[in-house]
Each structure stands twice: as structure tokens, then as C-alpha cells.
């Protein structure tokens, strides 16, 4: 088996924990965590520390921590050649410490505390210095996930801001289109089916032959009549800023 020691107890080091307590190839030998007691699901205390130098010796160190720590983080690990990974979307796998053995496991998902995720089909986009190292990091992830993607920083760099298109700016536009229902007395649930259906057409159908509504049609009549409607300012500007983008994307086609 393939021994791991996990640095840090956050949201995604909690998903991964349990994603590899399922896995008949990682064995999780010790969690790095700054605080003495994190409270981790299926982890009993003494593998649990908050000592860098109590660090044990692993064929793998996955740190998974905030993005500004990485840099220090990775200079503190007490041992030289081996393989450390980081998981984040954004920071270059030249970040890293250059004792060591460089690579990045980047799992693409929103993670939510206490929501459960079926790892199984979450997207598991790796990069590693050299072939033998990337092919350990290929084994471990694909022991978790049947989505394995060899991802470069650059690559990854453009990836991440795709995502928080597609989820995070989303997302916002889902509260505010709750706030709006609720400003008006109307369940947010009924919008659901439509959010559904929003996010199954794409699987079968590209985003841009999916589009639909007033700005896909140019129905300036329907438009001003949302603006005039809306009152606040925020709201109207978000409105205005993606009719345009849709318009021009249409022009484009």
C-alpha cells in the first residue's frame, strides 16, 4: 500500500480522508492538523498531530490547506525526497518546497461541510515533476475516483476560473434569485425543476446551443420590462452585464 500523510483537517482534507478510507491502495499512516483535537470522522487520536516534527516518514504528503499557507507549509516538512502534493486550483506546483518531490492532486468540486460527495465521480486533475512520480499519484487518485485528468499549473490556472464561473457565480445567481422569490412570497423550490433541467441539458447538449430566454431571443421588450421591475442596483447591473454577454455571444455565432 501506498502510505500518505494528510496536512491539514479543513473541508477538502475532511472529504479526502474519507474518500481514502475506502481505498484498498492508500493507507493513511497520520493527519497534520493545528489544532490537537480536529474531530475527524473514522481517524482515531494517535494518528492525529499538531507537531511538525512528529511527522511520520510516508510514501506520499498531501497538503491540503489554504492557499497562502502552501509555501511554508511544504518548507516545514521535515523530510527530503519525497513526494508532496498540494490541492489547490490556483497555486503553481513550483510553489512547492524544492527538497522535495513536486506534485499537485487537485480535486475539482464544491465541498461543503457535513454534505457527503460520491468521490467516485469527482474529477481528480493531477501533475507531478517527472513520470514515476506521476504515476503514484495516478494510482492513488484513481483508487478514489473513476476521473482522472493530467492537468498542468497553467492548465489548471485556466480551469479554476472556469469553475468559479460555473459554480460560484451560479450559485450567486441562485440567492438572488431566492431572495427574489422570497422578497415576493413565492417558494424557492419552485425553481428547482428548472435549475434541473438547466444543468442536465448541458450534459448531452453544448451551453451555447442550450441557451434560451430573452437575451438569446433579443426581446428587448421583456428586457426593459425585468429592469424596470428590479430595484435594486446590484440586481440591475448583474441583469444588464449578462444580457450583453448573451447578445454578443449570439452576434458571435
Known sequence: MISVVIIGAGNVAQHLISAFANSNIVDIIQIYSRTSNPNLKGISSDKITSIFSEIKEADLYIISVTDYAIKNISSEIPYENKLVVHTSGTVPISALNDKNKKGVFYPLQTFTKGKEVNFKEIPLCIEAENEADYKILATVANSISDKVFKIDSEQRKSLHVAAVFVCNFVNHLYQIGSEICLENNIPFEILLPLITETADK???????????????????QTINAHLNFLTNETQKDIYKLITKSIIDNGKKL
Do not use: F, L, V, Y
Open 202 to 220: 448541458i450534459k448531452s447538449i453544448s451551453p451555447a446551443d442550450a441557451q434560451t430566454g430573452p437575451a438569446k431571443r433579443n426581446d428587448t
